[in-house]
């Protein structure tokens, strides 16, 4: 059965940082496309960062040169270091891993940026 479990979200302050994780398991993890997402209160989910199982890279213009995606293989474990956050980071951020038909979630983890 596949999990995806994420981590780190937090309260913190305006210009502050988190790194949030997603341990992954029941997958060949390697072989995915992982992918962060949010959603903040009465808006939709929307998607912010992603990794190809190749290491290849994208981020939504929002967070770029904000928000790092980088992902450990050996530890099955996706991140997403963030910095200089804003109060319009706030949400819940959820982890995404992607393969052909299967798409797979977490339940997602809060993150509050205020002070």
């Known amino acids: 059965q596949v999990q995806l479990v994420e981590s780190g979200g937090a309260l913190v302050q305006p210009g502050g940082s988190l790194r949030l994780s997603c341990a992954a398991s029941?997958?060949?993890?390697?072989?995915?496309?992982e992918g962060w997402y949010r959603q903040a209160p009465g808006k939709q989910r929307e998607f912010i960062a992603s990794?190809?199982?190749?290491?290849?890279?994208n981020y939504v213009d929002a967070v770029k040169g904000r928000f790092t995606i980088s992902r450990d293989n050996a530890k099955n474990t996706v991140y997403l270091q963030m910095n200089s956050l804003k109060p319009e980071d706030t949400a819940v951020y959820y982890c995404?891993?992607?393969?052909?038909?299967?798409?797979?979630w977490g339940q997602g983890t809060q993150v509050t940026v205020s002070s």
């Open positions: 995404n891993a992607r393969r052909e038909i299967d798409d797979y």
């Open positions: 990794i190809t199982s190749g290491g290849s890279t």
């Open positions: 029941g997958m060949i993890f390697s072989f995915y496309a």
